[in-house]
């Protein structure tokens, strides 16, 4: 059987989608040795995958194109056709619109763009089309966690039995890191004692709710606020109005390796998010020994399970009080992963589980 998967999206920024489609290629690589793989990239093999091509048994099409809807919805496409693959696999993003085949497995990570709609209504309609389509079209449509296949379920009306829970898990770059906090202590200017929050900074992680929290904190406690990583929208004004008195710590995109190090010396991970799919920053948290506190929003309580504090989504009020009470409840909260968390939070599951899923569908 020959498979293709995309993987043009790992020549962008690394978010969790694409860390997703990543290891999740890795690991099927690695278990499956008697398929054929078509690995399709832009510009270039990524890195942690070009071991793994050999030009038999793992093959690499690169492509090329800088305009990027023309490159997903016109390049991608002719490349799949010339292919002629048995199953195509699509990790990150939906199969392109022009592309039509019986055998497309797509995935969707969350139905954000229906129940998180943003202000830019051009692209909310190109993403909301592309993924309708591409949910429609799969034969099978796998997603993150059980809440987010009974969203897609809901708002799309795919069948059930055509939706299979793949969950995230952790990088292998990230759990075998041995840098020392002492070096990126240094290297991004971190106090001794620190909260911490990590994604991609934009409103539905409602970092501004926990800036604001902390703000009005700050003069009671004796921890800061470290946040990490890349800047998104609608965030320069909340972080110049707030990065005051050296209270605020931001600092940037931060390396996989580096990261690591971080979760094990805060004192706690604070997760405020509006909605997730998953969720994959409290469970590393988790695998590094620290607590978390999370929004019970959309499908976080089903993710952490007992293993974390959660607070009323959006209620800055309730967050202040844990933040106030952190010293005293961090004596007592959980700092692992429980064994179902161990055990299905594994991009290595996942992998059987699609592998399973493609030979059976």
């Not at 995230?168 to 890191?177: A, E, V």
């Not at 009470?325 to 599951?349: C, T």
Request: with cysteine; proline share 4%.
């Amino acid at each position: 059987m020959k498979i293709a998967i995309d993987l043009t999206s790992l020549s962008y920024h690394l978010t969790g989608i694409e860390r997703y489609a990543l290891c999740v290629t890795q690991e099927m690589l690695e278990i499956d040795q008697s398929n054929q793989y078509v690995l399709i990239f832009r510009n270039e093999i990524h890195k942690e995958l070009i071991n793994y091509v050999d030009g038999k048994r793992v093959q690499a099409e690169i492509l090329h194109g800088n305009q990027k809807l023309l490159f997903f919805q016109i390049v991608i496409p002719i490349a799949l056709y010339k292919i002629r693959a048995d199953k195509y696999l699509f990790f990150a993003f939906p199969n392109p619109i022009l592309f039509f085949n019986r055998n497309i497995y797509n995935t969707i990570h969350d139905m954000g763009r229906w129940d998180m709609p943003n202000k830019k209504k051009i692209n909310l309609f190109y993403f909301k089309t592309s993924e309708t389509i591409g949910l429609k079209r799969a034969k099978i449509v796998f997603t993150v966690s059980e809440f987010s296949k009974s969203r897609i379920h809901e708002l799309v009306h795919k069948p059930k039995d055509k939706i299979v829970v793949t969950y995230n898990g952790i990088s292998n770059n990230f759990s075998l890191s041995n840098v020392s906090f002492s070096e990126v202590k240094e290297k991004y200017e971190l106090p001794d004692d620190y909260i911490m929050f990590l994604s991609t900074l934009q409103p539905r992680k409602n970092l501004k709710l926990l800036v604001e929290a902390f703000s009005e904190i700050q003069d009671k406690v004796d921890y800061d606020l470290v946040l990490i990583g890349r800047k998104g929208w609608q965030l320069d004004e909340l972080i110049e109005k707030y990065q005051l008195c050296n209270r605020l710590h931001f600092t940037g995109f931060v390396a996989d390796e580096d990261v690591s190090a971080i979760y094990k010396n805060a004192i706690c991970f604070v997760f405020p998010t509006l909605y997730e799919g998953f969720g994959i920053p409290p469970i590393e948290a988790l695998s590094m020994g620290t607590p978390v506190i999370s929004s019970d929003s959309s499908c976080m309580k089903e993710v952490l399970r007992e293993q974390a504090i959660f607070f009323k989504n959006n209620d800055k009020e309730e967050l202040k009080k844990l933040l106030l009470q952190l010293p005293k409840l961090s004596e007592s909260m959980p700092r692992e992963l429980d064994e179902y968390q161990i055990e299905n939070y594994s991009y290595k599951k996942t992998a059987q589980i699609v592998l399973s899923t493609i030979s059976d569908n």
